[in-house]
Protein backbone atom coordinates (compact mmCIF):
# COMPACT_ATOMS: atom_id res chain seq x y z
CA UNK A 1 0.00 0.00 0.00
CA UNK A 2 1.51 3.10 -0.89
CA UNK A 3 2.23 6.03 1.31
CA UNK A 4 0.46 9.19 1.77
CA UNK A 5 0.40 12.97 2.82
CA UNK A 6 -2.14 15.34 1.95
CA UNK A 7 -2.30 19.14 2.53
CA UNK A 8 -4.63 22.04 1.44
CA UNK A 9 -7.84 21.69 2.69
CA UNK A 10 -9.66 24.61 4.52
CA UNK A 11 -12.73 26.76 4.68
CA UNK A 12 -14.10 28.84 1.37
CA UNK A 13 -17.52 30.53 0.79
CA UNK A 14 -19.69 29.19 -2.00
CA UNK A 15 -17.92 30.09 -5.40
CA UNK A 16 -14.78 29.89 -4.27
CA UNK A 17 -11.47 28.06 -4.73
CA UNK A 18 -8.93 25.50 -3.23
CA UNK A 19 -5.83 23.47 -4.13
CA UNK A 20 -5.36 19.89 -2.54
CA UNK A 21 -1.69 18.33 -2.88
CA UNK A 22 -0.49 14.94 -1.78
CA UNK A 23 2.56 13.14 -1.74
CA UNK A 24 2.89 9.64 -2.39
CA UNK A 25 5.84 6.99 -2.03
CA UNK A 26 5.69 3.21 -2.81
CA UNK A 27 6.20 1.38 -5.60
CA UNK A 28 5.58 2.26 -9.51
CA UNK A 29 3.25 -0.22 -9.71
CA UNK A 30 1.33 1.06 -6.55
CA UNK A 31 1.70 4.57 -7.82
CA UNK A 32 0.06 3.85 -11.37
CA UNK A 33 -3.29 5.73 -10.81
CA UNK A 34 -3.28 8.73 -8.35
CA UNK A 35 -6.67 9.66 -7.18
CA UNK A 36 -8.84 11.63 -4.51
CA UNK A 37 -11.56 10.24 -2.38
CA UNK A 38 -13.70 12.28 0.01
CA UNK A 39 -16.51 11.54 3.26
CA UNK A 40 -19.13 14.34 3.90
CA UNK A 41 -20.31 13.30 7.24
CA UNK A 42 -23.06 10.08 7.09
CA UNK A 43 -22.13 9.56 3.82
CA UNK A 44 -19.93 6.99 1.86
CA UNK A 45 -16.42 7.45 1.00
CA UNK A 46 -16.42 8.49 -3.15
CA UNK A 47 -13.76 8.66 -5.28
CA UNK A 48 -13.83 12.56 -6.95
CA UNK A 49 -11.01 12.49 -9.43
CA UNK A 50 -8.24 10.05 -10.75
CA UNK A 51 -5.10 10.45 -13.10
CA UNK A 52 -3.06 7.36 -14.42
CA UNK A 53 0.49 7.34 -14.82
CA UNK A 54 -0.15 7.75 -18.49
CA UNK A 55 -2.31 10.75 -17.47
CA UNK A 56 -6.18 9.23 -18.14
CA UNK A 57 -8.35 11.24 -15.97
CA UNK A 58 -11.87 9.91 -14.74
CA UNK A 59 -13.95 12.36 -13.04
CA UNK A 60 -17.18 11.80 -11.11
CA UNK A 61 -20.25 13.82 -12.53
CA UNK A 62 -20.93 16.13 -9.31
CA UNK A 63 -17.27 17.76 -10.00
CA UNK A 64 -16.83 17.55 -13.92
CA UNK A 65 -16.37 20.87 -15.14
CA UNK A 66 -15.29 22.31 -11.10
CA UNK A 67 -11.75 20.44 -10.71
CA UNK A 68 -9.48 19.37 -12.07
CA UNK A 69 -6.67 16.52 -11.57
CA UNK A 70 -3.22 16.91 -11.74
CA UNK A 71 0.27 14.70 -11.33
CA UNK A 72 4.21 15.09 -11.48
CA UNK A 73 5.41 11.50 -12.20
CA UNK A 74 8.88 12.59 -10.94
CA UNK A 75 8.03 13.67 -7.60
CA UNK A 76 4.80 11.44 -6.92
CA UNK A 77 2.79 14.40 -6.67
CA UNK A 78 -1.06 15.14 -7.55
CA UNK A 79 -3.13 17.99 -7.22
CA UNK A 80 -6.60 18.73 -7.15
CA UNK A 81 -7.92 22.58 -8.13
CA UNK A 82 -11.23 22.95 -6.94
CA UNK A 83 -13.16 25.75 -8.58
CA UNK A 84 -16.63 26.90 -8.16
CA UNK A 85 -17.37 25.23 -4.90
CA UNK A 86 -20.66 24.42 -3.17
CA UNK A 87 -21.55 23.28 0.41
CA UNK A 88 -22.22 19.84 -0.82
CA UNK A 89 -18.36 19.84 -1.30
CA UNK A 90 -18.12 19.62 2.10
CA UNK A 91 -16.20 16.50 2.99
CA UNK A 92 -13.18 15.23 4.35
CA UNK A 93 -10.71 14.79 1.42
CA UNK A 94 -8.18 11.97 0.84
CA UNK A 95 -5.64 11.12 -1.53
CA UNK A 96 -4.74 7.23 -2.74
CA UNK A 97 -2.85 5.45 -4.83
CA UNK A 98 -3.71 2.08 -7.01
CA UNK A 99 -2.19 -0.18 -9.37
CA UNK A 100 -5.07 0.54 -11.67
CA UNK A 101 -8.10 2.54 -12.84
CA UNK A 102 -10.46 -0.54 -11.38
CA UNK A 103 -9.58 -0.52 -7.50
CA UNK A 104 -12.63 0.64 -6.01
CA UNK A 105 -13.10 2.49 -2.38
CA UNK A 106 -13.38 -0.80 -0.79
CA UNK A 107 -10.13 -2.36 -2.15
CA UNK A 108 -7.76 -0.07 -0.03
CA UNK A 109 -6.30 -1.59 2.97
CA UNK A 110 -5.00 1.85 4.72
CA UNK A 111 -5.88 5.50 4.03
CA UNK A 112 -3.83 8.81 5.05
CA UNK A 113 -5.28 11.43 7.85
CA UNK A 114 -7.57 13.53 4.82
CA UNK A 115 -7.26 17.15 4.89
CA UNK A 116 -11.09 18.87 5.68
CA UNK A 117 -13.07 20.95 2.97
CA UNK A 118 -15.59 23.51 4.12
CA UNK A 119 -17.50 25.16 2.39
CA UNK A 120 -20.14 27.77 3.44
CA UNK A 121 -23.26 28.91 1.41
Known amino acids: QAQVAESGGGFVQSGGSLRLSCAASGSSFRLNVMGWYRQAPGKEREVVAR???????YYSDSVKGRFTISRDNARNTVVLQMNNLKPEDTAIYYCNAAPSQDWKVSDFRSWGQGTQVTVSS
Open 51 to 57: ISRSGAI
